[in-house]
């Protein structure tokens, strides 16, 4: 079963050798901290939290903001029932067209940001060619790496799939002895021995492949008679 956060906390004590928080060479609220900055990280670096969304495009519209919480674009596709449906091709903003060219063929998206109104900034997701008309439906479909929720001590539990939640105590237990090595260094040894495993586990997520996805098939053709290959390495 997955870990509550609270269990996690608790896991991490009891590697660390010490059962309670006080007193202790780290509290529950810097364990805390520590296993929601490595999860953050295993987020940014694989595929093991993975999201989408939909929106409407809109005539004269170029950019389209995307949720703060996403890391990294993965796939844009552009699908209008009665119109155009394309997976868009990536491109540098420099490649934009300077003529602000409006059709109903949309081919690449670019990524770039802006600030709104409060001034903070915002992930933008800009089309080429830009649409020129109003959709009736959310027509751009994107993929994304998903930044996990903050975890809450009795509240919020570890978004990572589970098979990678053990990985989490490691790298905080890392973190707790570099915290610990810069006051005696005899932690050093243990830092390093735990930041092995936490590089361990990194290099497990970025091989992740969600298993819902291996019974696909080697390959698919299309309308076209294109073929596409999957690979999963």
């Known amino acids: 079963m997955p870990y509550t956060t609270t269990e996690l906390i608790t896991a991490v004590r009891d590697e660390f050798g010490e059962d309670t928080p006080s007193p202790s060479g780290v509290s529950d609220v810097q364990i805390l901290g520590f296993l929601n ?28 903001a995307t949720p703060p919480e996403y890391l990294k674009v993965s796939a844009v596709f552009i699908y209008r029932a009665n119109g155009l449906q394309r997976r868009l091709d990536p491109m540098e903003m420099p490649w934009r067209d300077a003529t602000k060219r409006t059709s109903a063929d949309q081919h690449h998206f670019y990524i770039w940001g802006a600030n709104d109104t409060t001034g903070n900034n915002t992930p933008l997701i800009g089309l080429q060619d830009i649409p ?52 005696d260094s005899k932690w050093l040894s243990l830092y390093d021995r735990k930041m092995s495993e936490w590089r361990d586990w990194m290099v497990e997520a970025g091989k992740f492949v969600n298993p819902l996805i291996l019974d696909l098939p080697g390959s698919r053709v299309d309308s076209s008679l294109n073929t596409y290959e999957y690979d999963y390495e």
């Open 132 to 183: 020129n008309a109003d959709s009736a439906t959310k027509d751009l479909n994107v993929y994304h790496r998903q930044a996990p929720k903050v975890m809450v001590s009795g509240g919020q539990a570890p978004e990572v799939n589970f098979a990678f939640q053990d990985g989490l105590i490691q790298g905080a237990l890392a973190s707790i002895y570099s915290r610990l090595s810069t006051v």
């Open 37 to 64: 900055k490595r999860q953050r990280e295993m987020c940014m670096r694989s595929d093991v939290l993975l999201t989408c969304h939909d929106v409407e495009t809109k005539n004269g519209q170029e950019t389209y």
